[in-house]
């Protein structure tokens, strides 16, 4: 059977997306806090219905995070999580983090994004994701862990990012 292609849209989200960003993000069930409608791109399908999402949220130490990338179950495998975090990529360029589960790190790899596992190479709000999603683990047994990534300099093998000293 022949498959059917489906195209989308990509554009920045306007103050009516709001509540269709909220639906998305609690249905593909990721965090739900920070969701600025102002940083996100969405994508939607022929008839302007919200089917993907994807923001760059900047922290207080300066670090800008891919986050909250999101995508319709029917919508899945057809280049729109692609399109969206390319388009974020262009848009805020180098360096940007990232955390996700560590079985998504494959999906995130092609993007250039490397994963940081020393805790050293992390700036402070990382290395306090890391640690409370650690014990976390601990606690509840997941066999998950939380992977930091970064999108930095072309063909690097480790990053080297400047942080502040911690005891």
Known sequence: MAQIEKSFTLRPATQADQKAIKALIREVGINPMGLDWRRFVVAVDEAGQLIGCG?????????????????????????????????LQEEHGRPLWLTCVDR???FYEPFGFVEVADLDQMTAYYRRAKRFMKLFQLLSRQPYYLAVMVWAEEKMEAYEYPVEHHS
């Open 55 to 87: 923001q760059v949220k900047p922290h207080r130490d300066g670090t800008r995070e891919l986050a909250s990338i999101a995508v319709r179950k029917g919508w899945r495998r057809q280049g729109v999580a692609r399109a969206i975090i390319e388009r």
């Open 104 to 106: 998504l790190v494959p």
